[in-house]
Structure formats: structure tokens, C-alpha cells
């Protein structure tokens, strides 16, 4: 199943430099071995914010809710998930 997953980074503005920059090390190592298992189709920066819109490709609901709340920016996120389905007039046949 598609889901598009919109996800806005909200870092404390106290968090210090040293532990926001490995979180995001740690989210970047995560984001992409899920990519690498094909779980994590798309990744595109919204551009001019901290947010993401992004594909996941996961068996059903409870997947995507683990990989999600895996996330180590998780805490700091505010994410909005919806379910795709195949559009009638898509003409790419690797769209489901
Ligand atoms: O930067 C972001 O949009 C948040 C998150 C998603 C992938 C990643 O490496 O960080």
C-alpha cells in the first residue's frame, strides 16, 4: 500500500547544536536503508521549509506506523499520512 507522508521537523530551539545534529545524523542513516528496501519510494524537500513529502510503500497500517514512529526526528515531527490508491488514468503501470 502507497502512502504519501507529509513530515514538518520541529526541533526545540534549545536542543544543542551536538544532539540535533545526531538525530538527523541517525534520521539520515535510517531514511535511507529504508529507501535502499524500497519501503521509502520518494523523499522530495518542500521547498523553503523543514518539511518532506515523502512516498512509503508498507504492507498496511500498522507497517507504516512502525517505520514512522521509528523515525528519530519522531518526537520532533508534526506528520500528516494519506493512503494512495491507483489513479484510473495513470498511464505508469508500476504505480500500485
Ligand atoms: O529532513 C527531513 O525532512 C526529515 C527527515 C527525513 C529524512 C531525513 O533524513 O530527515
Redesign the pocket.
Same mark, same amino acid.
Given at each position: 500500500m502507497l502512502f504519501q507522508v507529509e513530515?514538518t521537523?520541529k526541533l526545540p530551539t534549545d536542543m544543542p547544536t551536538e544532539q540535533a545534529d545526531k538525530i538527523?545524523a541517525t534520521?539520515?542513516s535510517y /531514511?535511507?536503508d529504508l529507501q535502499r528496501q524500497g519501503k521509502w519510494r520518494h @523523499?522530495w524537500?518542500v521547498a523553503g521549509s523543514? /518539511?518532506?513529502v515523502?512516498i512509503f510503500d508498507a504492507e498496511d497500517n500498522a507497517e507504516l506506523q512502525e517505520l514512522v514512529s521509528n @523515525?528519530p @526526528?519522531f518526537p520532533y515531527?508534526e506528520i500528516n499520512v494519506k493512503p494512495l490508491c491507483r489513479h484510473p488514468s495513470s498511464v505508469r503501470e508500476d504505480d500500485s
Open positions: 513530515m521537523v538527523k534520521e539520515k /531514511s535511507q @523523499l524537500r523543514y /518539511s518532506n515523502s @523515525l @526526528l515531527m
